[in-house]
T-cell receptor, first 110, second 115 residues
Framework: SQQGEEDPQALSIQEGENATMNCSYKTSINNLQWYRQNSGRGLVHLILIRSNEREKHSGRLRVTLDTSKKSSSLLITASRAADTASYFCATETSYDKVIFGPGTSLSVIP | NAGVTQTPKFRVLKTGQSMTLLCAQDMNHEYMYWYRQDPGMGLRLIHYSVGEGTTAKGEVPDGYNVSRLKKQNFLLGLESAAPSQTSVYFC??????????????FGSGTQLSVL
């Protein structure tokens, strides 16, 4: 079974709306990262939040981390068609492993 | 600055054949990773390395071997390819512990088909 699980698996919204994706994990972590993957391309790093941080912002992105619930959320505000992609959370566990979840597929409709 | 380069980009193998995928990074990163991506499964960690001469198993290491003889290169080998190894393979690198690992930089992937 995978360390991280994103929810929902797929999300479809209108341009301008906010998109929220959640990630749950099983074991203790050093940090949690979010990545974006456009169709057929490599992954691009979006944001990293360390285990001792609770919230982080980067442009239209807001990430929260609740280590007591072993969960994180990624909020994309004022979505654009260009935000259409798959989004993955990745957790760095002990022994420097970085484990990815199955991802959320986001479609932003113009 | 090329970043992370994977070769080849596409390959078709017959069952039982062997091949090596090469990952090269020019950022002087300590850590390197090999992942495979299958539909609906996200990325699964095959093997990784935290420095030259070191390797460690990930989530799905069976059927693969790796070597990190030089800091800039991380090789992934398939000794006897099986159809179940049909996938897209991604290599990634990161600076390493600073104090915790930093973001991963990804290559563009290798599409491997095993017939």
């Amino acid at each position: 079974s995978q360390q991280g699980e994103e929810d929902p698996q797929a999300l479809s919204i209108q341009e301008g709306e906010n998109a929220t994706m959640n990630c749950s994990y099983k074991t203790s972590i050093n940090n949690l990262q979010w990545y974006r993957q456009n169709s057929g391309r490599g992954l691009v790093h979006l944001i990293l939040i360390r285990s001792n941080e609770r919230e982080k912002h980067s442009g239209r992105l807001r990430v929260t981390l609740d280590t007591s619930k072993k969960s994180s959320s990624l909020l994309i505000t004022a979505s654009r068609a260009a935000d259409t992609a798959s989004y993955f959370c990745a957790t760095e566990t002990s022994y420097d492993k970085v484990i990815f979840g199955p991802g959320t597929s986001l479609s932003v409709i113009p | 600055n090329a970043g992370v380069t994977q070769t080849p980009k596409f390959r078709v193998l017959k069952t039982g054949q062997s091949m090596t995928l090469l990952c090269a990074q020019d950022m002087n990163h300590e850590y390197m990773y090999w992942y495979r991506q299958d539909p609906g499964m996200g990325l699964r960690l095959i093997h990784y390395s935290v420095g030259e001469g070191t390797t460690a198993k990930g989530e799905v290491p069976d059927g693969y071997n790796v070597s990190r003889l030089k800091k800039q290169n991380f090789l992934l080998g398939l000794e006897s390819a099986a159809p179940s190894q049909t996938s897209v393979y991604f290599c990634a690198s990161s600076p390493g512990q600073t104090p915790t690992n930093e973001k991963l930089f990804f290559g563009s992937g290798t599409q491997l088909s095993v017939l």
